[in-house]
């Protein structure tokens, strides 16, 4: 097996778009996913390894680590795409929600690349091309977020993580996030909504899933950007 690439959170919404991507274009993949959506039978029907992952508590991280090294012996990728949109209104317990989005954004990462590095120092000693980690972070860590406020603290963390991790691992992994503003509306969001979103960019547009897969591509297909934060928001910051 040609070395994967790892995308976690990849039931639906962007990891979903990233994984068929990578499956069109002939790339390995592993995937990892909380609910199984019919989504996860359809990649699995077409070649990817899914591996069921909460990541609810250490435990559950270091289980599937365990069940990642089972699967390969080198990845040329790992994309943090595992994200959950929690916010304070919604939660009454307020040390659970700051618990729950820093284990989801930045601890489970960070504990997933310091065990997955042997397996990306050996894709760039197989290659002689450097690996790749790839944080998917939010807008919100440059602004900070009224409503979402451990939700954008966590990110943050991700973010600097991305900086530390770049030091720790050079030349052999580059280590990058990308960071987007809106994306793609869920089904259930309402005209007034959307009107409002899509005026806080100066595109004013909803650009879809593709804007991630560009610039994911373009990280990858670099052999120079590291340390990085690629903003995906429209123009969001001049408004």
Known sequence: MTSPILITGAGQRIGLALAKHF??????IIVTYRTRHKAIDELAQQGAICIAADFSDDNAIVEFIAVLKSHTSSLKAIIHNASSWDCEAN????????DNMMRIHAKTPY?????SSELL????EQHAAPADIIHLTDYVVDTGSPKHLAYAASKAALDNLTKSFA????????????????????EDDDDAY??????????????????????????LNSHYITGRSLPVDGGRHLK
């Not at 504990?111 to 065990?115: D, E, F, T």
């Not at 004013?204 to 994911?216: D, T």
């Open 91 to 98: 939660n009454p317990d307020s040390a659970a929600l700051f």
């Open 194 to 219: 959307r009107a409002k979103t899509l005026k806080k960019s100066l595109m004013g547009i909803e650009p879809g899933c593709r804007e991630i897969i560009n610039s994911v591509d373009l990280l």
């Open 111 to 115: 504990l997933i690349n310091l065990a």
């Open 167 to 186: 030091a720790k691992y050079a030349p052999q992994i580059k280590v990058n996030a990308i960071a987007p503003s809106l994306i793609i509306f869920n």
């Open 121 to 124: 120092q050996r894709y760039y």
């Open 23 to 28: 499956i069109a274009a002939g790339q390995t």
